[in-house]
């Protein structure tokens, strides 16, 4: 999982990358979203689902990759704090402040 940053005068722009380990082939990224859940603090949630007809089988170390980009005003990572979270488990937090 990575973190990333890019500032000009006017904004940070905050890129994620990361992956989602799934345990079975038939499963796959369902969804992605990025919510602020107060000022300045984000949270990333990533789920996984079965996708329909696929046939189940376990497999090993398997990641579904996923992007993801928060776009802050100039001086925003201050305040910025960020968590990952993926099939409901927090996985990674960046940023400074209280959770």
Do not use: N
């Amino acid at each position: 999982m990575g973190l990333s940053q890019a500032a000009d005068r006017s904004q940070v722009t905050v890129g994620i990358s990361g992956a989602v380990a799934v345990t079975d082939v038939s499963r796959s990224l369902a969804a992605r979203t990025l919510v602020e859940v107060a000022p300045g603090r984000y949270k990333l949630r990533a789920r996984t689902a079965a996708t329909d007809g696929g046939p189940s089988e376990p497999c090993d170390a398997g990641h579904v990759p996923y992007t993801g980009t928060v776009v802050l005003p100039y001086g925003g990572l201050e305040e910025f704090r960020l968590t990952v979270v993926h099939d409901g488990e927090p996985v990674a937090t960046w940023g400074s402040g209280p959770a």
